[in-house]
């Protein structure tokens, strides 16, 4: 048992390049969005690769931020916003890896290869990307789904069962949207009209929270909720008569994307999970589970028709993205205030 074991092994090593990830043993610790990792995931790649991996959860890239900024050094992989990587790259957060040399790096929508937050591919590949609007259950509101009014200037058949999200960039930018300003915005005038808006609306939110949306949806703890596109579409599955509003004020895009840490101790593991991400198999093993379209060309051929037919899968042609850039820090400390008074 033994000779065959290190027969397996070698060959592994040997073919690992071609097959994907080698086996090797020891452990990944792997810091992810809530609700963002199949479980079944992890287990093929523990099963491939003997890699033991243990995952905790956050629910903004603002928490990750404060946790890594800490020094915390126990996590091996973790999954950042587009608009975020430039700021943990300045602070020597992540480390660089080269993705664009790993196996399965190929197999990337050109598209996809060469982002504007890592354009060299130096230190990421992308997660998922998706978009973030809002959900409604069309049951409880009757009126127009076309506009993110609903959502900001609430109906008072969903005053009191709004839920937003935990994360101040992401209600900054949907309220901004909503507002026609620019994002990244720090003329007094339109802050002044952010935080009014944020404010009038504060009184009907039950909720400022990015975890179990799923779960408060489908139950009808909350009638209508900021959502990301994919978070809607698992929720819709649980409760048909919600709808993913994709709004003619437009929608702001996103994309996560995996990295690792400066202060990781299992680089090499890290790495071969990196490129177990970008094999088309494991690709649709996570868009089933989060809902959300991935990077990897070739993953719709393991997915269930049921996605190639599903709005939030598959957003308009017409709809207007915008993907939110890299924000100033005076901007954050301005959306920072703002947030804290709405908070209190």
């Known amino acids: 048992m033994k000779l065959n074991r290190l027969i397996s092994m070698v060959l592994a090593l040997l073919f690992g390049v071609a097959a994907g990830p080698a086996w090797a043993g020891g452990e990944l610790n ?26 905790d959860t956050y629910d903004s890239n603002e928490t990750l931020l404060a946790k890594l ?16 990587v430039p700021i943990f790259v300045a602070q020597n957060l992540i480390q660089p890896i080269d993705a664009a040399k790993l196996n399965g790096f190929s197999n990337l929508k050109p598209k996809w290869q060469k982002r504007d937050w890592d354009p060299d591919a130096r230190f990421t590949i992308p997660w998922v990307w998706g978009i973030t609007s809002y959900t409604v259950d069309t049951a409880v509101y009757k009126g127009p789904t076309d506009s993110l009014k609903p959502l900001f200037e ?16 992401e209600v900054m930018s949907l309220a901004l949207l909503y507002l026609g300003k620019p994002e990244c915005n720090t003329e007094p005038a339109d802050l002044q009209a952010l935080n009014a808006l944020l404010q009038a609306q504060r009184p009907f939110v039950k909720v400022y929270n990015s975890d179990g949306i799923i779960e408060r949806q489908s139950s009808g703890e909350t009638a209508i909720h900021q959502q990301w596109s994919g978070s809607a579409l698992r929720s819709r599955f649980e409760l048909p008569s919600l709808k993913f509003v994709y709004a003619k004020e ?3 895009g996103f994309m996560d994307n995996l990295a690792v840490p400066s202060s990781a101790r299992n680089v090499e593991n890290a790495k071969l999970f990196v490129s177990f991400m970008m094999q088309p198999e494991n690709a649709a093993m ?14 719709d051929a393991f ?30 400390k301005a959306y920072d205030r703002i947030w804290t008074k709405l908070r209190q």
Do not use: H, R
């Not at 069962?161 to 101040?168: D, R």
């Not at 028709?305 to 954050?332: G, M, R």
């Open 286 to 299: 996570l868009s089933a589970f989060t809902g959300y379209p991935n990077a990897v060309a070739g993953s």
């Open 154 to 169: 609430p109906p008072p058949e969903l005053q009191g069962k709004l839920g937003m999200l935990g994360s101040p960039t």
């Open 30 to 55: 792997l810091y992810n969005w809530t609700n963002y990792t199949p479980p079944e995931l992890l287990q093929k790649f523990e099963k491939e690769t003997g890699i033991k991996v243990t995952l």
């Open 303 to 332: 997915l269930d028709a049921k996605y190639a037919k599903a709005p939030e899968f598959n957003p308009p042609d017409d709809v207007k993205l915008t993907f939110i850039p890299t924000c100033s820090a005076q901007t954050i």
């Open 69 to 84: 900024k800490s020094g915390a050094s126990g996590y091996d992989a973790v999954v950042i916003s587009g608009d975020f």
């Open 250 to 252: 437009g929608a702001v």
